[in-house]
């Protein structure tokens, strides 16, 4: 029996992130670069393999798409032009749309938590920020102390800001899949 290989993961993430992961042929030289290897359980070419195999269970629940920290290194030593930090974002959304258990679900939280505030604000917002990821992470009273010192000192503000077309901002989110839910 012939073994074909599952080509969707690769399509899928094409079409979101315009991508050729094919175009791949594993020189490694997005891993030697990479600031964050070290702590990764998979290193970015076994990524970009990983995506050619179609393993998309694995990759969902991997720590690396998580820990990638969007520097573009690999992105820029890349001979072949493949935009690998696209590609880990586009996986990144992938599993949180997939509901797969993350690979480091407190980073997968505070994604979920910054991006969902933008959507509805338009801006970055430290007290929607914290509610949202202290109610996602259950850990509601953790740094309080910390939380008290930086609002006396007003580094934190209790009002969001808001920009003015708030449902434009929604509709950039709605027209771009992958955008949070
Ligand atoms: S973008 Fe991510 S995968 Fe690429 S070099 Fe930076 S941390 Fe590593
Ligand atoms: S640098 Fe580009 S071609 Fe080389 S392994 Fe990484 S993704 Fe593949």
């Not at 997939?98 to 997968?108: C, H, I, K, T, W």
Request: charged residues 30%.
């Amino acid at each position: 029996m012939i073994n074909t290989v599952n080509r969707e993961l690769e399509k899928a993430l094409e079409q979101r992130t315009g991508q050729k992961v094919r175009d791949c042929y594993q020189c490694k030289k997005c891993s030697a670069g990479c600031p964050i290897a070290f702590a990764m359980d998979l290193v970015p070419h076994e990524v970009m393999k990983m995506v050619q195999y179609g393993q998309e269970r694995r990759l969902m629940r991997s720590s690396t798409i998580w820990l990638c920290a969007s520097c573009e290194t690999c992105t820029t030593r890349c001979p072949n032009e493949i935009d690998i930090a696209a590609v880990m974002d586009g996986l990144r959304q992938m599993a949180l749309e997939a509901g797969e258990s993350l690979g480091e679900p407190e980073v997968g939280m505070f994604h979920k938590s910054f991006l969902g505030g933008i959507k509805y604000t338009g801006k970055t917002n430290e007290p929607i920020l914290i509610g949202a990821y202290k109610t996602l992470s259950r850990r509601l009273f953790d740094d309080l102390g910390l939380g008290a010192v930086m609002l006396a000192r007003r580094k934190i503000k209790i009002l969001p800001r808001v920009v003015k077309d708030r449902a434009g901002m929604r509709r950039i989110f709605d027209r771009t899949e992958g955008g949070p839910k």
